[in-house]
């Protein structure tokens, strides 16, 4: 329970800093440091466990015929990223308390945050893919919130925007890969999906999965051409950028290679696209940070650089450069959180993060630069500094490559270049903000030091890029081990985390990046006037002129497609369905299969007879509004009769109440209109329809002709045979909507819902006067509610709830259920309206419908959820018999309280709908008409 405890405690904590934000800010922050400090203490508390190389699990069923479960599992892997996920963000919420105004609700940005904290555990401890998936999907939401926190300003919201769309539209690549995984491994479970791996890379769709997955993987890190959203995303607070976008979201991209290198690693298709998609991105992302004038700008593309360098990496397809990726992943969110904290305290501090006007500042706040200078430099990747280690070994394994023939050299030499814009940015950073004059024009003048406590998240972090660079095998030796056999799937490679390891080609390749750097950056100038001749090209103005397009090019279909004409709408569909069934039967050999039909007795001919002179009477007579409504009941009753005839009683009754409710609705709908219809369509259009409708009815006659000649095998087999073993009920429809396809209800009867609160909203507040006289001239009746109709009505009411009781109880194993039950209750309270009208109603049933139908939803969901406490899939029903002394042997089934969520969303939605319907016509004296 541990590890789901972990994923659970920063979304149980959202709640603590809104409720601590009133008594104060450091009450705030500190109530949403518990939350994720007692993940830490739990997270730690496995560590042993973990460096000794075991996996910890944990399962709970969800929906396992889905593949989607509720487990988890913490390995190195898992590990790592969780301790850098609470580790750095517990120093991102003391950072956060000195950063934020007082005039910001950091109540609300502290739940973002957690909320984000609670995704990202959730993407690297899920051990099934499909939760994974979900968790990644929040990660993209809940970024999308900090991102915009400052939702005043238009470059927060639009860079949120983009980030949402780029992140999301990967995320729905990255379902379709695990899906096509899942299907080849047989299970989207992952340490099946890992054990698959040389069956997935030999499947035919392994090319097109790993594409897929990698859309999902570059998206999420800001691959080239993919980029161009983490820059805009600086808009965000700096502790946003300082936890999202260079400690957790960012890396989630490659925390999937890294996840998924076993299963996807080891062939050409995975070297070229991620290898060379790496190399791109590590050279555009250097080479544009040291051009930036913002310093997040500096520092976003710097991330996306290194970000590149990592999956460069993962790419080149060796278990060493496994190990390197994982160590840099590790060194790069040290350095690069201190240095956006850096940079957030110089904006906090001046008001400007214009490179440009924020020169000197060493001699302001020296604490703050020798920090920032300190994580610039292992940036750099200078000696004993983390960031040397992690590049010497990324410069050794681009010389091991031997896959591109005579161009292996293209890749030591991409890396070596990379090496030198990281030098000239970190020299840019260093030089122009700490040095290189005075301040000009500073919105903040003269700036000091932050805060003491606001400069602690840095100071810790800078100490362990220097504790790693220089005792390495002391400090970070046992977690990257532990990280990367995870990742590797099996046992490491020989390495050596030596600060020296003598005079060779990595360390040549290191000392002319040094040098490299140097000299790009002394001719900083030219290169400056060089850069601002290029052709200007802003991502964002491109997304926003790409989406503007795109809306009007949706508008344009929907504008041929909607035209708000019924007869459009229906002509269309039933066109499509003609064409789907004519391609379906043209391959057909013969229409008629080998099974003879069965004959029709004369009952079945003269109810079918009846059936079909209804429906071409409400047709013919369709103007003429109440009859044609009086057709159509006809219709829906030989519907009903036709069910009951063929052995189907449950859904005759069903039919038969939702046709009563139908037709009181339409009853009271046609109150409002004319009792005729003028002819509106013209000749053509009656063609059109005429030959639209004959083409539908002869469509269905032969598809029905061609299904029923045919042997088919049906899941009703199934039911028949285990809705009394497995269900407990011997009414096989009612076992199916409560238990077998329990989900689906659950799902209908939140949509019944909605849809009956959705139209209360409609019709509340709207009022229409009565007429006094209809189309003839003739008065209404001045007895609204006749004494008659009234006094039956009420000795009616306690007959039918009584059988509607009855119906309910019955259900299970007998024709009935909830959803009948409602209706019949629904019918019988609705005629208490039309008798006595509905003030003389309400004030005698004051029934609240809203709730009546909530209760409903939330009786039926948590009735699933209930299953949970008995560790069985979530809806998975039991039953038992019990016996009850002077009563006798009863049987018990939790579907029955299923049921009755469905009993009560039917009545108080269905009532929501009738009973207010009635209030709309008031005359003048302001009766209602019901």
């Known amino acids: 329970m541990a590890l789901a405890l972990i994923v659970a405690l920063p979304f149980i904590g959202m709640i603590l800093p809104l409720l601590a934000e009133r008594i104060g800010r450091s009450a705030c922050s500190v109530a949403t440091a518990l939350a994720p400090l007692l993940a830490l203490i739990l997270l730690l508390s496995q560590q042993s466990r973990v460096f000794a190389g075991e996996v910890l699990r944990i399962r709970l069923d969800w929906l396992p015929a889905l593949g989607l479960n509720l487990s988890f599992r913490l390995d190195g892997l898992g590990f790592l990223f969780s301790l850098l996920i609470l580790g ?52 993209s939401l809940s970024s999308f919130l900090l991102i915009s926190f400052w939702s005043g300003r238009t470059d927060a919201r639009k860079g949120a925007r983009m980030a949402l769309a780029v992140t999301g539209g990967g995320g729905l690549a990255l379902l379709a890969g695990i899906l096509l995984l899942g299907h080849i491994a047989g299970s989207f479970e992952l340490s099946r999906v890992l054990a698959a791996g040389y069956a997935i890379r030999a499947h035919e769709l392994y090319p097109l999965a790993l594409v897929l997955v990698l859309l999902g993987v570059f998206t999420k890190s800001a691959q080239f051409p993919f980029h161009f959203w983490l820059p805009h995303a600086m808009a965000a607070p700096t502790p946003v950028s300082a936890y999202l976008h ?82 840099h992943i590790i060194n790069h969110a040290t350095f690069k959180a201190s240095l956006f904290m850096a940079a957030g305290i110089i904006d906090h501090e001046t008001g400007s993060r214009d490179m440009r006007r924020i020169n000197g500042m060493w001699k302001y706040m020296p604490h703050t630069a020798m920090l920032a200078m300190v994580a610039a430099s292992a940036m750099a990747g200078v000696p004993l500094l983390n960031g040397f280690l992690s590049k010497e070994m990324f410069f050794s394994e681009t010389l091991n490559l031997h896959m591109l023939g005579s161009f292996n050299w293209v890749i030591p030499a991409g890396a070596t270049l990379g090496g030198v814009f990281s030098v000239a940015y970190s020299l840019r950073f260093i030089h122009d903000v700490f040095f290189n004059g005075e301040p000009i024009n500073l919105p903040k003048y003269p700036p000091h030091e932050p805060p003491r406590y606001m400069k602690v998240p840095v100071e810790v972090l800078v100490f362990l890029c220097l504790l790693v660079g220089i005792v390495p095998a002391y400090t970070v030796a046992p977690l990257l081990a532990a990280a990367a056999s995870a990742s590797l799937g099996g046992e490491l490679p020989v390495y050596s985390l030596a600060i020296w390891h003598g005079f060779n080609l990595p360390l040549l390749m290191s000392v002319i990046a040094l040098l490299g750097g140097v000299l790009v950056y002394s001719c900083r100038q030219p290169l400056f006037r060089w850069y601002v001749g290029l052709p200007s090209m802003d991502a964002k103005l491109l997304f926003e002129r790409g989406v503007v397009l795109l809306a009007r090019g949706c508008a344009a279909v929907t504008g041929r497609l909607e035209s708000g004409s019924l007869q459009h709408y229906l002509g269309l569909l039933l066109g499509s369905a ?79 109440s939702v046709e009563v409710v139908t037709i009181v609705l339409l009853m009271l709908a046609l109150f409002f209109l004319p009792a005729q219809t003028r002819a509106e369509s013209s000749s053509i259009r009656g063609l059109r329809d005429f030959v639209l409708a004959v083409g539908s009815g002869v469509m269905v006659a032969i598809l029905v002709f061609a299904v029923l000649t045919r042997p088919y095998d049906s899941i009703s087999g199934y039911y028949l045979a285990n809705s009394l073993s497995g269900g407990g009920g011997a009414n096989v429809v009612n076992v199916i909507l409560v238990d077998f396809r329990g989900f689906d209800t659950l799902g209908e009867i939140s949509v019944l819902a909605i849809a009956g609160v959705g139209i209360y909203a409609m019709l509340d507040g709207l009022k229409l006067f009565q007429p006094g006289v209809d189309t003839a001239g003739r008065s209404w009746a001045r007895d609204r509610h006749p004494l008659i109709l009234a006094t039956l009505s009420r000795v009616l009411l306690p007959m039918a709830l009584l059988i509607s009781v009855f119906t309910f109880l019955r259900g299970h194993n007998l024709p009935g259920g909830g959803f009948i039950a409602g209706l019949i209750t629904a019918v019988a309270l609705i005629l208490q309206y039309v008798a006595s009208g509905v003030q003389w109603t309400q004030s005698r049933l004051p029934l609240n419908y809203h709730r009546i139908a909530g209760c409903g939803v939330l009786v039926a969901g948590f009735t699933g959820l209930g299953s949970w406490l008995f560790e069985r899939p979530f809806l998975t029903s039991s039953f038992g018999h019990w016996h009850i002394p002077l009563i006798g042997d009863i049987e018990l089934a939790s579907a029955m309280l299923f049921d009755l969520g469905v009993y009560l969303t039917v009545v108080g939605a269905t009532l929501l709908i009738l009973a207010n319907l009635g209030k709309l016509t008031q005359e003048k004296a302001g009766q209602e008409v019901l």
């Not at 991209?253 to 998924?260: I, K, S």
């Not at 004959?599 to 409400?618: E, F, K, R, V, W």
């Not at 013919?620 to 109440?626: A, I």
């Open 246 to 327: 260079s400690a957790t979201m960012v890396k989630a991209g490659v925390f999937l290679l890294a996840r998924l290198y076993p299963a996807l690693a080891g062939s050409e298709w995975w070297f070229y696209l991620v290898s060379i998609t790496g190399l791109v991105t590590l050279l555009v992302g250097a080479a544009m940070a040291l051009f930036q004038h913002d310093l997040k700008g500096l520092l976003a593309y710097s991330t996306i650089s290194h970000l590149g360098l990592i999956t460069l990496l993962f790419g080149l397809d060796t278990r060493l450069a496994a190990v390197a990726a994982v160590f």
């Open 88 to 139: 750095i963000g517990l120093l991102v919420i003391l950072y956060a308390r000195y950063y934020l105004s007082k005039k910001e609700p950091m109540g609300r940005f502290f739940a973002f945050l957690l909320l984000f904290m609670g995704a990202m555990l959730g993407v690297v401890l899920s051990e099934n893919l499909l939760l994974m998936l979900m968790f990644w999907e929040l990660t």
């Open 578 to 656: 003609f064409v789907v069934v004519i391609l379906g039967l043209g391959p057909l050999p013969q229409l008629a299969g080998p099974l003879a039909l069965a004959p029709i007795d004369g009952m079945a001919a003269l109810g079918l007879g009846i059936l079909a002179l209804a429906a071409l009477a409400t047709v013919v007579f369709h103007r003429q509004r109440l009859v044609s409504l009086l057709m159509l009941s006809v219709v829906g009753l030989m519907v009903a009769l036709a069910f009951a005839r063929y052995s189907a009683p449950d859904l005759a009754l069903t039919q038969l």
